[in-house]
C-alpha cells in the first residue's frame, strides 16, 4: 500500500524557535498534500493543502506566516512553524493523496516550551 | 462547507460482539474514507467507499452517497480493535478532507 512518513516524531523546541516538519510519500508521487492539526482528544483540522510547484492554500484561520509550507517535489512536502509558542504544541499530521484516496503520515508532536 | 456526523461518539464492547458506526455527511461527495487512529496516533486506512460496500476481514463498510450516510460494520470485535475510529469526507468536486470527532471503541475481554 501507500506509505507515507514524517519526520521528525517528536519535536520539543523552545518558545521563539522555529521548527520543520517533513512529509514524504515513499513509494508513489503525490501532486497534493494535505497538513492537518490534532489537539488532544479531538479530531483532525485541516489546516492546508500543499500543492507541488505552486503556493499552498490555508484553512480560514491560518496563519500562513506562522505555518510555511513548501512542496518542492511530487514527494516531499515541509511544514516549518516559524516563531513557536506553547499554544501551538499539537499533533501535526500529514497525507498524501493518490487516486482519490488519503494516506496519512505518523504524525509529529510538537511541544513547545 | 461539508458537514460530518459520527455516532455514536463512544462504545464499549464485550470481546466478540458486533457493532455499528455511523456517518452522517451534508453534501454529495467524491470521496469517504474510514480511518482507525491507533494508541500512537497513526491513522489506519480502512475503507476508501465514496458509495456501494466493501468488506476487509471482519470489517465492512457502506456508504449510501444518496441518503449521505455510511456504516461501519465490525463483527467479532477484538481488544485490538480498540480506538478511535473516523469517518472523513470530502464534497464533490474537492480533495480536502472533513472529518468526523470519531467514535471511540473499547472492546474488553
Known amino acids: 500500500g501507500a506509505v507515507v512518513s514524517q519526520h521528525p516524531s517528536r519535536v520539543i523546541c523552545k518558545s521563539g524557535t522555529s521548527v520543520k516538519i517533513e512529509c514524504r510519500s515513499l513509494?508513489?508521487?503525490?501532486?497534493?498534500m494535505f497538513w492537518y492539526r490534532q489537539f488532544p482528544k479531538q479530531s483532525l483540522m485541516l489546516m492546508a493543502t500543499?500543492?507541488?510547484?505552486?503556493?499552498?492554500?490555508?484553512e480560514q484561520g491560518v496563519e500562513k506566516d506562522k505555518f510555511l509550507i513548501n512542496h518542492a517535489s511530487l514527494t516531499l512536502s515541509t511544514l516549518t512553524v516559524t516563531s513557536a509558542h506553547p499554544e501551538d504544541s499539537s499533533f501535526y499530521i500529514c497525507?498524501?493523496?493518490?487516486?482519490?484516496?488519503?494516506?496519512f503520515g505518523p504524525g509529529t508532536r510538537l511541544t513547545v516550551t | 462547507g461539508i458537514q460530518v456526523e459520527q455516532s455514536p461518539p463512544d462504545l464499549i464492547l464485550q470481546e466478540g460482539a458486533n457493532s455499528t458506526l455511523r456517518c452522517n455527511f451534508s453534501d454529495s461527495v467524491n470521496n469517504l474514507q474510514w480511518f482507525h487512529q491507533n494508541p500512537w496516533g497513526q491513522l489506519i486506512n480502512l475503507f476508501y467507499?465514496?458509495?456501494g460496500t466493501k468488506q476487509n476481514g471482519r470489517l465492512s463498510a457502506t456508504t449510501v452517497a444518496t441518503e449521505r450516510y455510511s456504516l461501519l460494520y465490525i463483527s467479532s470485535s477484538q481488544t485490538t480493535d480498540s480506538g478511535v475510529y473516523f469517518c472523513a469526507a470530502a464534497r464533490a468536486g474537492s480533495y480536502q478532507l472533513t472529518f468526523g470527532k470519531g467514535t471511540k471503541l473499547s472492546v474488553i475481554p
Open positions: 500543499s500543492n507541488e510547484g505552486s503556493k499552498a492554500t490555508y
Open positions: 467507499i465514496p458509495s
Open positions: 513509494d508513489f508521487q503525490a501532486t497534493t
Open positions: 497525507s498524501a493523496e493518490t487516486e482519490h484516496e488519503q494516506y
